[in-house]
């Protein structure tokens, strides 16, 4: 089956501009979250939506915001940029699976948008 | 989430096993293992999972120790292609939805 795909995979901007990155999940998964990776801070998670409502947010600012259509795709928006915001922005599919008695997280990655903020 | 520890970088010859350790010594009784790794500038991917029992796929193998306050990644024999950052991740079950919390891993490094 198809993978997690982000749209654009590449992105300049330049500072006080907003940009909005995609991403399409794996056909039936519901859930959808958005991590940063920078150099110095490493792989941050940002937000998680299940089922078009935002389930889970991590610690960054308002700045940074998503959102869940019906079908699952998310996209995410930043606006004001600033160049820290330089970044691989990864999204990531995931369902829950019960088997033998044992939860499990199954959770794909996409490739991930390269943002440079000039 | 429990915090875990794992040193900065690790080497390993072709062909040899690689022995990735973790240190998640706060971890809780419902808390999984997880380890991921990230080959350079692509997404993570998924390797093993464990609870308390140690666990084996198509990838790796995964030791728990009996107190779980530890595990370790094994790579039965390493490929160039194997070169990654790994990331033993510590997380809980069901209700903590998918969020994952990111160490800063161990660079393996393959040498042929």
């Known amino acids: 089956k198809a993978g997690v795909t982000q749209t654009p995979r590449y992105l300049i901007k330049t500072r006080g501009q907003q940009v909005t990155l995609s991403c399409s999940p794996i056909?039936?998964?519901?859930?959808v979250s958005w991590y940063q990776q920078t150099p110095g801070q490493g792989l941050q998670f940002l937000f998680e939506?299940?089922?078009?409502?935002?389930?889970n947010k991590g610690n960054f600012p308002g700045r940074f915001s998503g959102r869940q259509f019906s079908n699952s795709r998310s996209e995410m928006n930043v606006s004001t940029l600033e160049l820290g915001d330089s970044a691989l922005y990864l999204c990531?599919?995931?369902?829950?699976?019960?088997?033998?008695?044992?939860?499990?997280?199954?959770?794909?990655f996409g490739p991930g948008t390269r943002l440079t903020v000039l | 989430d429990a915090k875990t520890t794992q040193p900065p970088s690790m080497d390993c010859a072709e062909g040899r096993a690689a022995n990735l350790p973790c240190n998640h010594s706060?971890?809780?009784?419902?808390?999984?293992v997880y380890w991921y790794r990230q080959i350079h500038s692509q997404g993570p991917q998924y390797i093993i999972h464990?609870?308390?029992n140690n666990e084996t796929n198509e990838m790796a193998s995964l030791i728990i120790t009996e107190d779980r306050k530890s595990s370790t990644l094994i790579l039965p024999h390493a490929t160039l292609r194997d070169t990654a950052v790994y990331y033993c991740?510590?997380?809980?079950?069901?209700?903590?939805?998918?969020?994952?919390?990111f160490g800063e891993g161990t660079q393996l490094t393959v040498n042929p």
């Open positions: 990531a599919s995931s369902r829950t699976l019960y088997l033998a008695g044992d939860y499990y997280n199954e959770q794909f």
């Open positions: 056909s039936g998964h519901r859930s």
């Open positions: 939506y299940f089922s078009e409502t935002q389930r």
């Open positions: 706060t971890i809780s009784g419902n808390e999984y």
């Open positions: 464990g609870l308390k």
């Open positions: 991740i510590v997380r809980g079950g069901e209700t903590s939805g998918s969020r994952l919390t």
